[in-house]
């Protein structure tokens, strides 16, 4: 009965990071990365959007979510609980991320700002989750009775500024929401995706375009297939009349 | 690719552009001419490109007759934007027009913050060709202390010889060293560099510096 159980709360989790259109033209590499790691029943997700303006932003966003995502899983099989997360345990493996990445700075002649990078993230159990937050870009829980948590952008006055990761002071930008209930779906994406993908005023997701999303990849039995069709959707030439931004799509679905 | 999705552009955000534009008898001729017509242009320009049309916000303001600063047109998304005919005539009173300006634009920022929609810094272009004839230390105060609050980009344009340089570069945080000098009357390449500026602003994102192009075309640096 047990494993029937684990059967029942497995996650399938489909990702994709592509390159705007103002990249792709000047040649430059997607500045966007995605990870995850299943824990149990228990599922951590990152994704990082490189400030375009950063000389090293695609590494910093690769490493970010990649070690974030494998300290807060680690953190998990240590017994971490969820309210431990929010109490502290989040914000002090964020600080050992950027501290590691600091490092690696020093040693390769550079500063900690040529990674800068936003960070969205979640760390879902069972029965609840939390949203970890900084910069833009958006998280989206869909809870099994209806309704929606979304963790949204912060960006301080201007649309076209926001906080990173390698900023002086990012403990005051974290932001940490709890989601109260399980959910059936998890979407978090950066913000290239946003006028797409969310409704007006990021009320909610746009439905016409992620439940066309979500019920495909519910039906695909292969992730690598339903990620490389996640990733043509992003790349669609109508994209480019919408934003030249590096797009990420991250779609947890709770089988 | 994922059959059946729909991708269309729910983005609300805005960039607010505020002309303040020195409408006194001594611009008229040749001056008030060239104006109007590099607003048409700028009309023109911003209309033509999707995404500007629908960001750019615009206000007007006048300044001339008896010491009196107006609205010449009032916020209005490029799209309905129809450009004004100015007609020159009448005193300087550039403080009241910049103080109004600026009063303006954080009545509009809290317009935009009650409707929930995004925008980028706003930008001030003060245009000037002659001295105040009002008390202007005042709104170059309030016009310092606003640019350095972040809460607006000014640039101050001198128009022909007459125009007070050291007055101008105290509405900027920057100084006399954030003046820039119109070659001429080429407004018309005023414009056209304001609209392509424009329509980089109003489609930068975070993290990104706006590349704008060089002011060359239409400025000269003060001497």
Redesign the interface.
């Known amino acids: 009965m047990a494993a029937f159980d684990q059967l029942e709360n497995r996650w399938r989790v489909f990702g994709a990071s592509v390159a705007g259109k103002s990249h792709l033209d000047k040649g430059i590499p997607c500045q966007d990365a995605h990870a995850h790691v299943k824990v149990g029943a228990s599922l951590v997700a990152v994704v990082c959007?490189?400030?375009?303006?950063?000389r090293h932003?695609e590494l910093g966003a690769q490493i970010v979510a990649t070690t974030l995502a494998q300290a807060l899983a680690d953190a998990l099989r240590q017994g971490t609980s969820i309210q431990n997360l929010h109490d502290g345990a989040l914000a002090l493996a964020m600080a050992q991320v950027r501290g590691a990445l600091e490092e690696m700075a020093d040693n390769h002649g550079a500063v900690l700002g040529d990674y800068?990078t936003?960070v969205v993230g979640a760390v879902m159990g069972p029965s609840v989750g939390l949203f970890f937050h900084l910069?833009?870009g958006v998280g989206v829980a869909q809870l099994d009775d209806g309704g929606e948590v979304i963790s949204l952008p912060a960006?301080g006055?201007?649309?076209?500024?926001?906080w990173?990761l390698s900023g002086e002071r990012w403990r005051d930008q974290l932001r940490l929401l709890p989601i109260p209930r399980s959910v059936r779906g998890l979407v978090l994406m950066s913000?290239?995706c946003?006028?797409?993908a969310?409704?007006?005023?990021n009320a909610g997701l746009?439905v016409?375009?992620m439940s066309?999303?979500q019920n495909?990849?519910s039906c695909m039995d292969d992730i690598a297939l339903g990620e490389q069709?996640?990733a043509?959707?992003l790349l669609?030439p109508?994209?480019h009349?919408?934003?030249?931004?590096d797009k990420t799509l991250l779609i947890a679905l709770r089988a | 690719?994922?059959?059946?999705?729909?991708?269309?552009?729910?983005?609300?955000?805005r960039t607010p552009l505020v002309l303040v534009l020195d409408c006194s008898g001594s611009m008229a001729g040749e001056p008030i001419d060239f104006l109007n017509q590099g607003l048409a242009l700028l009309e023109q320009e911003l209309k033509s490109d999707?995404i500007a049309a629908k960001r750019v916000r615009i206000l007007v303001i006048q300044y001339g007759e008896h010491d009196e600063a107006m609205v010449a047109r009032n916020w209005c998304d490029a799209m309905d934007f129809t450009a004004p005919r100015l007609d020159a005539n009448g005193t300087t009173p550039t403080g009241a027009a910049v103080e109004l300006a600026l009063a303006e634009i954080e009545q509009e920022k809290l317009r935009f913050r009650q409707a929930?929609?995004?925008?980028?810094?706003p930008w001030l272009f003060l245009m000037s060709d002659g001295e105040p004839t009002d008390r202007w230390q005042r709104g170059a105060e309030q016009a310092r202390a606003a640019e350095q609050a972040?809460k607006v980009a000014i640039f101050p344009i001198a128009v022909g010889e007459g125009a007070n340089l050291d007055m101008l570069g105290q509405f900027s945080s920057r100084g006399e060293r954030g003046v820039k000098q119109l070659k001429g009357l080429q407004f018309r390449e005023l414009f056209l560099w304001l609209s392509a500026s424009m329509q980089v602003?109003s489609?930068?994102?975070?993290?990104?510096?706006?590349q704008l192009a060089s002011t060359d075309g239409w400025s000269v640096v003060p001497t």
């Open positions: 959007d490189g400030a375009g303006s950063a932003s800068a936003t910069g833009d960006n006055e201007y649309a076209n500024e926001t990173f913000d290239g946003m006028p797409f969310m409704s007006k005023h746009y016409p375009f066309a999303v495909y990849l069709a996640l043509h959707t669609d109508r994209t009349q919408i934003t030249g931004d | 690719m994922i059959p059946d999705v729909a991708l269309v552009d729910n983005t609300e955000q999707v929930g929609v995004a925008y980028t810094r972040n602003v489609q930068s994102r975070p993290g990104a510096q706006a």
